[in-house]
């Protein structure tokens, strides 16, 4: 800058009506002051760069001259394009990931218990193969969740789950909850796992048991009842817990719903007409709740009662054996828990839930044949599970499980298929927590509930899990 | 739409109390010396419970549905229980960010900041140390805070509040010589205490703390932590105990130390004797002189 003003001057000079001589001389004065002029800057910039060099030297032991170490903090700050001006990760959502892994025991290999059924209730799909916890005899990683939570605004809260699996990932959960809304109403919109229920709203994670109850797996599937869709709930205005909630959803689940609609071929080997069973009303599930829960010194009680109703379809056309079915079903739920409270760290709980379906509508099927047979199917099928668990310690649980499927009225046009409805399963664990945050649990079970080709098939298992959850703290649930 | 602010009106009028839902026993009795007659509270927690792990029972849910006012002691003390309970009041007045609810860590000096967290530390909280209520010094400051709140909440009995303050303040301070004075006994002794419970006590009154029974925060008594507390302390006149945790470790520590284990109650509640705010402070400084 100096030396462009310099330069300026000497220009300026050139064009003045002086002498030569005073010129000549004038420019040497000028020339002087230039050199005289960078040698002061080298000096300076000498003088800066150690400076600088003493800072960085002192940064390291101890930033001991409060002198330098301001100098230092102002070189940082004249350097300031190094920070992103806009930097957002204050808005960070709440993040956590939880990750669960298991050791598998069975005296079933893969194969043979893929082929497993329980009669009336629940087979196994080539298609169907996720939300299976603990499938597979030896190591399993049964998922790796990312949850995500923050406010949206001041008017809405949003969650997300996504549980990646080695397969890849699918959005299990992703909802808006209102955060604003008057008179103890909220709304939910999104897809969510429904609050239909005890254990249908919890995460895998905070189960008391490795796998889901049975009535939960032939009823509503390997992966619960989550579906996409929204729900109105209202908490009454009672010195006591009072919850009463709706929910209309899509109803794709595939172990009771469904809403894809089929065609079916009057002839197996495809020969014959097609006849179309269209798609079910869309959305297609409707879902209602009450809730409520009271407190008798240590002793806290939840119960409540649940009622499912929508259309199904069920698919299975392209399998070894086609079948497929249209109705409608309705599900109803009771449940209750008991838990009694020791002191902080102790309780017994005591949890039950009854399940009953009610499902009636046209099977499609094909006889020895190859001809398409359409019977009228009516079932009444119910179940429960109960279990106690024992928290003995702060960091040590126990529980056994029961679970039992005691109705499967199966009619097939009015004429009653012999069923067994004698179907148990039990579980026993040991848990360990070394904190909130980890998890050793040691499951055994038996499960009576499988059959093939008509007979009985026992499945003994040992479970070893391991769970971990890192990031966010979640809650501690009841 | 008039008629419906009219009924509202009355509605909110008939139920003219101030409701207020507090965390801890300690918070609902600085609620109830400020607010009297004219509040009603209800308190999550139990004076007798682990203030980490208190259980989000659904009937908590049912009396936060209606509260005007949630004050929490913060610092992440809650974080554990309180995020479900407030998620599923349906009460939009007492959400963060809203005027209903007041988090008391904000207004006392949070002691023990750590520098960086990892879970690897134990149940460490990034924002310090959050058993503030055991300095008898921040009670007053917090008090103040409350009737601000309750002030701004109510306005028409903010003289009634503002006179339950000052009539509070008067017996408070006047036991604060009391205390001031037997604490200084202890000022330089040494103690041990399960957990960083009592640390504002012991920062206020210049005891000192040796170390603590739990290897980490959070995490249990082990033998090997054990015997490497027992090698280095010397001198330790007293092992802290709380009451919701074992105190089986404590009695062997005091045995090989030849200390006491004194059991200290950490809020209203935790033991029979200290059943309001006064007699909490009458009562640890009773159990720490012979």
Redesign the interface.
């Given at each position: 800058m100096k030396k462009t003003l310099l330069l300026l001057s000497i220009f300026s000079f050139a064009f003045a009506q002086e002498s030569l001589e005073e010129l000549k001389r004038q420019l040497e004065e000028q020339r002087r002051q230039i050199r005289e002029l960078e040698k002061k800057i080298e000096a300076l910039e000498k003088q800066k760069s150690e400076a600088k060099e003493e800072v960085k030297e002192e940064q390291k032991p101890a930033p001991a001259d409060r002198t330098l170490q301001l100098r230092a903090k102002y070189e940082e700050r004249l350097k300031a394009f190094q920070v992103y001006p806009f930097r957002q990760t204050a808005f960070l959502p709440d993040l956590s990931l939880i990750v669960d892994t298991s050791l598998v025991g069975r005296n079933k290999n893969d194969q043979e218990l893929k082929r497993l059924e329980i009669p009336g209730l629940y087979h196994r799909h080539g298609s169907e193969e996720h939300g299976i916890l603990n499938k597979n005899r030896g190591f399993n990683l049964n998922y790796a969740e990312l949850y995500l939570y923050a406010p949206v605004d001041p008017y809405f809260d949003l969650y997300a789950t996504i549980p990646f699996s080695e397969d890849g990932s699918e959005v299990e959960e992703a909802y808006a909850v209102t955060r604003g809304l008057p008179f103890g109403f909220q709304f939910k919109v999104g897809k969510f796992r429904s609050s239909f229920g005890r254990l249908n709203a919890q995460h895998p994670h905070v189960w008391d048991f490795a796998n889901q109850p049975l009535v939960y797996k032939v009823f509503l599937g390997d992966d619960g009842l989550k579906e996409k869709g929204v729900q109105l709930n209202w908490l009454a205005p009672t010195p006591f817990y009072l919850l009463f909630g709706v929910e209309v959803l899509q109803g794709e689940n595939e172990q009771s719903f469904g809403t894809e609609g089929f065609k079916v071929n009057t002839k197996k080997d495809g020969s014959g007409t097609d006849i179309t069973i269209g798609d079910t009303k869309k959305p297609n599930l409707y879902v209602g709740f009450v809730k409520t829960s009271f407190d008798v010194g240590d002793l806290s009680v939840l119960t409540g009662l649940s009622f499912a109703t929508g259309h199904t379809r069920i698919n299975h056309l392209d399998d070894e054996d086609p079948h497929a079915f249209a109705g409608k079903t309705k599900l109803y739920g009771f449940d209750l828990t008991a838990k009694y409270f020791l002191d902080s760290y102790r309780y017994i709980s005591f949890q039950g839930e009854y399940l009953y379906r009610d499902q009636e509508g046209t099977r499609y099927a094909y006889d020895d044949a190859g001809n398409l047979i359409t019977p009228s199917i009516k079932k009444k099928q119910g179940g429960f599970y109960s279990q106690v668990v024992w928290r003995f310690a702060q960091r040590w649980r126990t529980g056994f499980q029961y679970n039992l499927i005691n109705k499967n009225d199966v009619k097939e046009n009015g004429v009653k298929i012999n069923l067994s409805n004698n179907l148990p399963a039990y579980y026993a664990m040991l848990e360990y927590n070394p904190t909130e945050f980890s998890r050793i649990r040691l499951q055994v079970g038996q499960n009576r509930a499988f059959f093939q080709d008509g007979s009985r098939k026992t499945v003994n298992e040992v479970i070893l899990q391991f769970n971990f959850a890192i990031g966010a703290h979640g809650a501690h649930p009841f | 739409m008039r008629m419906l602010a009219i009924l509202l009106l009355l509605f909110s009028f008939s139920f003219a109390n101030l409701k207020v839902v507090a965390t801890y026993p300690w918070i609902g009795e600085l609620v109830k010396e400020i607010g009297k007659d004219r509040v009603s509270i209800y308190v999550i927690a139990k004076g007798?419970?682990?203030p980490h792990?208190v259980?989000?029972?659904?009937?908590h849910?049912?009396?936060m549905?209606?509260a005007d006012l949630l004050i929490m002691q913060g610092a992440?003390l809650e974080?554990?229980?309180l995020?479900?309970l407030l998620?599923?009041?349906?009460?939009?007045k007492i959400?963060?960010?809203r005027q209903g609810l007041l988090d008391l860590s904000e207004f006392v000096k949070i002691i023990e900041k750590p520098v960086s967290v990892s879970?690897a530390m134990?149940?460490v909280h990034p924002e310090g140390n959050p058993h503030y209520q055991l300095d008898p010094h921040n009670i007053p400051i917090l008090a103040e805070v409350i009737k601000d709140k309750l002030c701004q909440l109510d306005e028409g009995n903010c003289v009634y509040y503002k006179g339950n303050l000052e009539d509070f303040l008067r017996r408070w301070d006047a036991k604060l010589k009391v205390w001031d004075k037997g604490f200084s006994k202890l000022r330089s002794v040494k103690v041990i205490e399960y957990h960083k419970l009592y640390d504002y006590l012991l920062s206020r009154y210049g005891m000192v703390l040796v170390g603590t029974l739990e290897p980490l925060p959070?995490?249990?008594p082990t033998a090997k932590h054990i015997e490497s507390l027992i090698s280095q302390a010397q001198g330790v006149k007293f092992i802290l105990q709380d009451v919701?945790h074992e105190k089986r470790t404590a009695e062997y520590v005091a045995k090989k130390l030849n200390a006491r284990m004194v059991i200290l109650p950490h809020d209203v509640g935790a033991v029979p004797e200290a059943n309001n705010l006064f007699s909490l402070f009458d009562e640890i400084l009773r159990r720490l002189n012979p």
């Amino acid at each position: 800058m100096k030396k462009t003003l310099l330069l300026l001057s000497i220009f300026s000079f050139a064009f003045a009506q002086e002498s030569l001589e005073e010129l000549k001389r004038q420019l040497e004065e000028q020339r002087r002051q230039i050199r005289e002029l960078e040698k002061k800057i080298e000096a300076l910039e000498k003088q800066k760069s150690e400076a600088k060099e003493e800072v960085k030297e002192e940064q390291k032991p101890a930033p001991a001259d409060r002198t330098l170490q301001l100098r230092a903090k102002y070189e940082e700050r004249l350097k300031a394009f190094q920070v992103y001006p806009f930097r957002q990760t204050a808005f960070l959502p709440d993040l956590s990931l939880i990750v669960d892994t298991s050791l598998v025991g069975r005296n079933k290999n893969d194969q043979e218990l893929k082929r497993l059924e329980i009669p009336g209730l629940y087979h196994r799909h080539g298609s169907e193969e996720h939300g299976i916890l603990n499938k597979n005899r030896g190591f399993n990683l049964n998922y790796a969740e990312l949850y995500l939570y923050a406010p949206v605004d001041p008017y809405f809260d949003l969650y997300a789950t996504i549980p990646f699996s080695e397969d890849g990932s699918e959005v299990e959960e992703a909802y808006a909850v209102t955060r604003g809304l008057p008179f103890g109403f909220q709304f939910k919109v999104g897809k969510f796992r429904s609050s239909f229920g005890r254990l249908n709203a919890q995460h895998p994670h905070v189960w008391d048991f490795a796998n889901q109850p049975l009535v939960y797996k032939v009823f509503l599937g390997d992966d619960g009842l989550k579906e996409k869709g929204v729900q109105l709930n209202w908490l009454a205005p009672t010195p006591f817990y009072l919850l009463f909630g709706v929910e209309v959803l899509q109803g794709e689940n595939e172990q009771s719903f469904g809403t894809e609609g089929f065609k079916v071929n009057t002839k197996k080997d495809g020969s014959g007409t097609d006849i179309t069973i269209g798609d079910t009303k869309k959305p297609n599930l409707y879902v209602g709740f009450v809730k409520t829960s009271f407190d008798v010194g240590d002793l806290s009680v939840l119960t409540g009662l649940s009622f499912a109703t929508g259309h199904t379809r069920i698919n299975h056309l392209d399998d070894e054996d086609p079948h497929a079915f249209a109705g409608k079903t309705k599900l109803y739920g009771f449940d209750l828990t008991a838990k009694y409270f020791l002191d902080s760290y102790r309780y017994i709980s005591f949890q039950g839930e009854y399940l009953y379906r009610d499902q009636e509508g046209t099977r499609y099927a094909y006889d020895d044949a190859g001809n398409l047979i359409t019977p009228s199917i009516k079932k009444k099928q119910g179940g429960f599970y109960s279990q106690v668990v024992w928290r003995f310690a702060q960091r040590w649980r126990t529980g056994f499980q029961y679970n039992l499927i005691n109705k499967n009225d199966v009619k097939e046009n009015g004429v009653k298929i012999n069923l067994s409805n004698n179907l148990p399963a039990y579980y026993a664990m040991l848990e360990y927590n070394p904190t909130e945050f980890s998890r050793i649990r040691l499951q055994v079970g038996q499960n009576r509930a499988f059959f093939q080709d008509g007979s009985r098939k026992t499945v003994n298992e040992v479970i070893l899990q391991f769970n971990f959850a890192i990031g966010a703290h979640g809650a501690h649930p009841f | 739409m008039r008629m419906l602010a009219i009924l509202l009106l009355l509605f909110s009028f008939s139920f003219a109390n101030l409701k207020v839902v507090a965390t801890y026993p300690w918070i609902g009795e600085l609620v109830k010396e400020i607010g009297k007659d004219r509040v009603s509270i209800y308190v999550i927690a139990k004076g007798t419970d682990d203030p980490h792990f208190v259980v989000p029972k659904p009937s908590h849910i049912a009396k936060m549905r209606d509260a005007d006012l949630l004050i929490m002691q913060g610092a992440s003390l809650e974080v554990g229980f309180l995020p479900p309970l407030l998620q599923q009041s349906n009460n939009p007045k007492i959400q963060p960010g809203r005027q209903g609810l007041l988090d008391l860590s904000e207004f006392v000096k949070i002691i023990e900041k750590p520098v960086s967290v990892s879970r690897a530390m134990g149940d460490v909280h990034p924002e310090g140390n959050p058993h503030y209520q055991l300095d008898p010094h921040n009670i007053p400051i917090l008090a103040e805070v409350i009737k601000d709140k309750l002030c701004q909440l109510d306005e028409g009995n903010c003289v009634y509040y503002k006179g339950n303050l000052e009539d509070f303040l008067r017996r408070w301070d006047a036991k604060l010589k009391v205390w001031d004075k037997g604490f200084s006994k202890l000022r330089s002794v040494k103690v041990i205490e399960y957990h960083k419970l009592y640390d504002y006590l012991l920062s206020r009154y210049g005891m000192v703390l040796v170390g603590t029974l739990e290897p980490l925060p959070g995490i249990p008594p082990t033998a090997k932590h054990i015997e490497s507390l027992i090698s280095q302390a010397q001198g330790v006149k007293f092992i802290l105990q709380d009451v919701y945790h074992e105190k089986r470790t404590a009695e062997y520590v005091a045995k090989k130390l030849n200390a006491r284990m004194v059991i200290l109650p950490h809020d209203v509640g935790a033991v029979p004797e200290a059943n309001n705010l006064f007699s909490l402070f009458d009562e640890i400084l009773r159990r720490l002189n012979p």
